[in-house]
């Protein structure tokens, strides 16, 4: 036995381990990966990026960076979110290896062992092994169809006898809940916020894939809202709009909070792959960016029609879901008495995958939750797996029916 640190002991990164696992079974029909399918990558985009770089550019691929990031790129990101309404000026980017490891810095920034960082519940995962391993006391806050709840919310930040540190939240087609908070709720959430020294960590990783180009208006950021007396630290990812294996992301802080930012990056890795920021940079200086959401914003959307159909027409009458304007997911909702491990158990002797509910709770026992991806799923499979699903699903519920 080693002394291992507590660090190392996170039960949410074990889940984390599972569902990689699980997600790239080859035999299974899976809707547990969260990540975009093989066949919609910018392959060729990116070869005839790479093969047309000036011979210098290219050497430059090979280097060491600045640790905030491949210049050209912060100027290309500044424009990006420029036009999406961001405080760029006011504001500095950091590029991360990933926008995971953006919380990972921001956490360490701030995070001494037994501070509180408030969360929604669910929430990412892989957030909340971050924040277990910095050693964070996690309160949670239930979330339903149009955001977090607010008057939990207010209830929680009196009942606690130390200010969080900060909240962290998904407001645009959440992971795993699939909702968007709607402008309302954004607008409320910062007037709870405000005053309280309380800083909001915005993970904005899906904005970019909604469905219908109407409601685009719903996927601005609170950090664009303008609001002065609240700290709001934005982040975002090429991950689900180029692929995760990128490792690409980006926060967006005041200077001061970028600053140390700044040092916990160079204690991490130095610097973020310049070969990759130079081919996200590329991507997004050629305007290739733009043209390729459309063809995923139009992929995305016949998945999740074709999962919304068969869920209707196979899911029994007691299983409900909100349907999503953007993302990946659907979070389906079960009977409260029965638990998505023992349906997982279930479905996977029959080859069918996805990801439990209890994963996305903060205190891993909320189990009346699934989550379906349907991103990562071949368009053919999908109507399989909702028959294999909802025949676990019917099942499961009729054993729970006998025993009591
Ligand atoms: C809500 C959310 N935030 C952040 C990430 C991390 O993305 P990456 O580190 O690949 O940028 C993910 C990935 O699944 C996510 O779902």
Redesign the pocket.
Known sequence: MFAFSNAVNSMHSEDIKLLMKQASGKSMISFAG??PNNDLFPVKQIDDIYNSLPEDIKKLCFQYGPTSGYPPLIKSLESHLEKKGLPVLSNKILITT????A?SIITQEFINEGDIILTENPS?V??LSVFETFGAEIHSIPIDKDGIDIKALKRKIVSLDRTPKFLYV?PNY??PAGIIYTPERKKELLEVLSGTGIILLE?D??SDLYFNENEKYLTKSMKSFGVKDVEIIY?G????ILG?GF???YMLSSPEIFEKAETVKQALDACTSNFMQILGNEFLVQHKLESYLKFLRSEYLERKNLLQKSLEKYMPKEVTWNEPKGGFYIWLKLPSHIKSTDIFKESVKNGVVFVTGRTFDPASKKDDRLRLAFSNMPKESIEKGVIILAKALKKVIKNAKVKS
């Open positions: 969260g990540m990933g926008s995971l490891q919380i990412f892989g957030a998904t959440h992971n993970d990783a899906y982040t990812s090429f991950s689900k995760p490792r690409l992301g």
